[in-house]
Structure formats: C-alpha cells, structure tokens
C-alpha cells in the first residue's frame, strides 16, 4: 500500500522545509501540497524503514501526557526511538511542579533547555496555547481537550490515500462519501479531519454525520459547514446510520462508550458490527481506544483499516518528526 502511494505522488518537491521548528496546533495548518509530501515521505519510510538513517540523533523529545493515551504517546515515542534519538517522557503532571503551582510558562521555559521538541497532550483545551508562548522549540499539540488532535487527522488521511491512492489526483473524478459516528461535540480528531480533509474537496463527495442536527452543529467551526459545502463537498446529518451505512465508502466510527451515559443514549443506534449493512468494500477508521461500539467482530474483515491506521500513524509521525527537528532537505536526501 505505501507503494502504490508512492506511485501516486511522484515528485519530491521542497514544501516539507516550512516545517522545520513549526509549531503543530491544527488541521488548517497543513495546504494540499504540504500534506501530500509528507504523506510521501512517510510511504518511502514505511515501504524501507531500514534504508532511514537516524537523523534525530542527540535530540531530545519530551513527551507530556496529563490525560491517558496507547496509540499517541506510544506512537509517538516509537517514531522519535526509530529515528535514533532520545526521549524524556511525564505521564502525570502531578509529578512536575504543576503540582506546586508552577506556571505552564516556566515549565515551558525549562523545557527549552532540556530538550528539542514537545509532544503535549493535556484535557485542559488551552495549555497548548500557554505553553507556547514562552517556547523556543516546537510543540506538537497531541490532543487539548476536546478542541483539536492534527496528527491524528494526519494519519487518517494517511491511511485513506494508502486504501485509494486515485483520491490524490483532482482529475481522477474518484469521490468518496465518508460518514462520522460518534458524538459531535467530543470529537476533536474529527474536528481536525474535518479541515485536513476541505483541503482535498475533489475527493468527496458527501460528508455524512450520524447524528441529530442540534448536536451535530456542535461540531462544526464557525462557517466551517458552509465552507465545506462550498467547496463542493455535501453535507448530510441523519440519526438513520443502517440506512445510510450501504451508500459510505469511509466510515468513520469515534467512541462513544467512554463518555458517560452517551452509550445507553446512542449506542445501540451508532454501533458497528459484522451484521451491520456496510457497503462490500467500505473501509472502517477509528481513532481507537474503542468500547462496545465498534465490535470486534469486524476485526477479521476486510473493513478493519483501524489496525492499519493506527500503525501507520508512526511512519507518518516519523515523517513529520524529522522535518520539523532536521533540516527536511536532508531527510528528503537520504530516503
Ligand atoms: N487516537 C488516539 O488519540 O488514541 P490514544 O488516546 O490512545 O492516544
């Protein structure tokens, strides 16, 4: 599959340079050119991680996690040990000064020194923002509240150009419709797809979101839908998920169990399993930790792209590390 990608995006261009001791806060950072090089960068990882040298040598990423995490932490801390360099990791703030009162300002301050890039994720939506202001080295924003989580948008959309690689080239006329389950106003990797993906309108057709139209308005920026739609992507809201099910190509399913009561209120009308009337060759994306909404029973199916998604979030977080902590010219050389 990276292959097939790399097949599609053909050129090397310099887009990847801008990067370089970028801050990464949101979806809307990242221009069609730009995310297509770093989607090429990281199909040339994962096709020969081995050929990839070590470029984060002697680098130092400090890895902040104040809300629990598998895939992001993880992940993350994989690719930066793939690239050869070093790791501080907190998983508990109340083992920081934070605990004393400190300011998230200070802590920032000493985090210049000790290291040369941050990975935060914290359930308070502002943090992100107070840290980097007083930052000299860059942050990645790994999930603030529910606000935003971009690289993981990024990875989705890895993984969807890695199932249908024509969806890159605007004039393949390829369009898919991609419906959201879960519930709108908790779901920040959406909100980041949601502008990742208005940057490729030519490959959708029609965004469909599985709820009522109160709620699902919360999901939404300000003129955010109307941009959507002006850009010729169609907006659809149903609470009907079997009805639309057989017409989605992408399904993108978020949990629902982990947030209070919502799984008594929605979960057995937003759920997914093998009897459910997917499309024959729809793909299922979930940016996991999943509960009893998405059932396991699809895990042996062709539909299970959740797997794949999830482990190609490290080449593509391999990909955005090298550049934004080396120069992306040399990495782009060497692979
Ligand atoms: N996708 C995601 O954010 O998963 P974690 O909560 O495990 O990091």
Known sequence: HPKALLRAIQEDGDYLVQLANQHIVSGDQFDQATMKQLFRLAAKIESNPKRFHSPLQNKILISAFYEPSTRTRLSFESAWHRLGGDIMSITDRSTTGIAKGESLADVAEMFNNYGDCVVLRDTNESSLFEMMDALRIPIINAGNGTDEHPTQALADMYAIFKWRPALLDA?????????????????????????????????????????????????????????????????????????VLPELDVVYINAISWEGDTFNTYGNSFSLSAKSPLKHDAIILHPLARGEELAMDLDNTPHNWYFSQARGAVFLRMALLTCMVERAERVIDVV
């Open 171 to 243: 004039s393949n006329n390829e369009k898919i419709k991609i419906g959201v389950i879960g519930v709108p106003n908790k779901m920040r990797t959406v909100r980041s797809l949601l502008k990742s993906l208005s940057v490729f309108p030519h490959a959708v057709e029609e965004l469909v979101i599985i709820h009522d139209e109160a709620s699902a308005a919360e999901l939404f920026g300000a003129d955010q839908r109307e941009e959507l739609e002006l850009r010729g992507i169609k907006i659809r809201i149903t609470t009907d998920l079997n009805a």
